[in-house]
């Protein structure tokens, strides 16, 4: 099926794709008091733990340190759940896989979708943070949409390879546990660029998200422009992926009733 | 094929040499170790459940699929409905398809009966507007009156096929495909399902059936086609078939 037909057809069960979207959202918490509270009192305890814990107890070189952290860890959070929600999205939903046609780009989106609009949420307590240290805000903060959109795009990319091989091995389920801490270390989250030696650096920054979460820190917490450029490749490379992933996701989805 | 010449819009599913094998595995393995562990072990084997498959089914026909176990109905059921794809040849289908293949699949069971009827209209491209002026309808078919609030995991089995049941005749497709499930509820739901079967018949629908029951197949079907071992041995009037069927069977 060509590109545009796919597109027409997804548009055509979107009312599924925002039924999947409201139902993660409401499901997550179901049977919660405080509901979708969650979603905005979950990031403040961890800037609550944060700032207490490095304000006191740990010192660290950079200065603003929870905030630094804050900025940073937030969208690495909601990268992690996208790819582990979107990992096991075609994997976990056998019984409608094996049972209803749908186009099945639907499961990826609304899991990307879902954590895009929970990642929202969470931005909002991440400003008020910013807010309150005293850094401020910039007008620079308007490129937050283009940054969430590169990362989202990055994401997209390799769920759809993913969730697509999970069906058929599900250790790649497993494997991705390990590789996404890997992953966190070999990120700015923790620690500063440049507190990477000098020599590792040109290895160091082939990981897209560390010009993705550089924009972060750029925008928010330095206050200044972000790197166009290295921005620029890296929403390049996810356009690739994207178009890699459903190349992969649609050979192998044809077989997914029989395999998942 | 006693049909040719027919309009191209006339033709609601057309099958053009269709193969589908499955891959049988002796023993299913879903991780690397044991993918890896079989290699050079030939634990599986190609199993053909449809070999070279050519069919034209027209707007408004019946359709019974017959035949015994595993011959190859149900895969052909499942190949018009686009949940499995064929190694070879081409299915072309006209139309909005409602699948009863497996009722009340992707119900969510936390959710109550009505927020599943979204849901489920959903999977058959309804939107909030869609479902609005049918779902008194749906509600009422399904005669679960004040159980639609509930959740779906308090109904009773036959509870949830009412529900799934009313919502797949509901949906306003143009073609339906139906495996074995007019044995839905007690038998006065039973009967209240198959005089909405005749209505959507009248109504012009294109409907498939896999069934068993021949009585149904008569009063339902005008064509029948006999599945033997992948191939289509006999297509005909439902009557004629049936006929030679039960002679074979003995």
Known sequence: ?260 | MAKKNNNEKDIAISVQNVTKEFTVYEDKSYFLKEKLGHLGRNKKRKHVVLNDVSVDILRGQSVALIGVNGCGKSTLLKLLNKIIYPQKGTIKINGKVSSMIELGAGFNTDFTGRENIYFNASMYGLGKKDVDPIIDKIIEFSELGDFIESPVRTYSSGMYMRLAFSIAVNVQADILLIDEILAVGDAHFQKKCLDKMKELKAQGKTMVFVSHNASQIKSFCDRALWIKKGEIVMDGTTDDVLDAYTKEQG
């Not at chain 1, 996404?180 to 030696?197: E, F, R």
Request: aromatic fraction near 16%; charge should be positive; include cysteine.
């Open chain 1, 1 to 260: 099926m060509s590109f545009i037909n796919k597109v027409k057809e997804i548009y055509h069960y979107r009312h599924m794709l925002f039924t999947l979207v409201k139902q993660d959202l409401q499901g997550r918490y179901k049977g919660s008091v405080f509901g979708f509270l969650w979603t905005l009192l979950n990031p403040l305890f961890m800037l609550l733990i944060y700032s207490v814990v490095f304000q006191f107890v740990f010192k660290s070189g950079i200065e603003h340190y929870s905030i630094y952290l804050f900025v940073s860890l937030m969208p690495w959070n909601a990268f992690n759940s996208m790819i582990g929600g979107g990992t096991t999205c075609a994997s976990n939903n056998a019984s409608i896989l094996k049972k209803v046609y749908f186009p099945r780009e639907v499961l990826p989106l609304s899991v990307i979708i879902s954590n895009t609009i929970q990642y929202c949420f969470s931005l909002v307590i991440t400003i008020i943070a910013i807010l309150i240290s005293g850094i401020g805000l910039s007008f620079n903060a308007l490129l937050l949409p283009l940054i969430i959109l590169i990362q989202v795009t990055f994401a997209f990319g390799l769920i759809l390879m993913l969730s697509a091989a999970n069906v058929y091995v599900r250790d790649v389920q497993y494997m991705m546990n390990p590789i996404m801490m890997i992953w966190m270390y070999a990120s700015p989250i923790l620690y500063n660029i440049a507190m990477v030696p000098e020599k590792f650096l040109s290895i160091y920054k082939l990981n897209p998200m560390v010009s993705i979460l550089q924009g972060y820190q750029a925008i928010l917490y330095h206050k200044t422009l972000p790197d166009f450029t290295s921005l620029g490749i890296t929403f390049a490379i996810s356009i690739a992926l994207c178009v890699i992933g459903w190349l992969v996701f649609n050979k192998l989805q044809k077989r997914f009733a029989e395999e998942v």
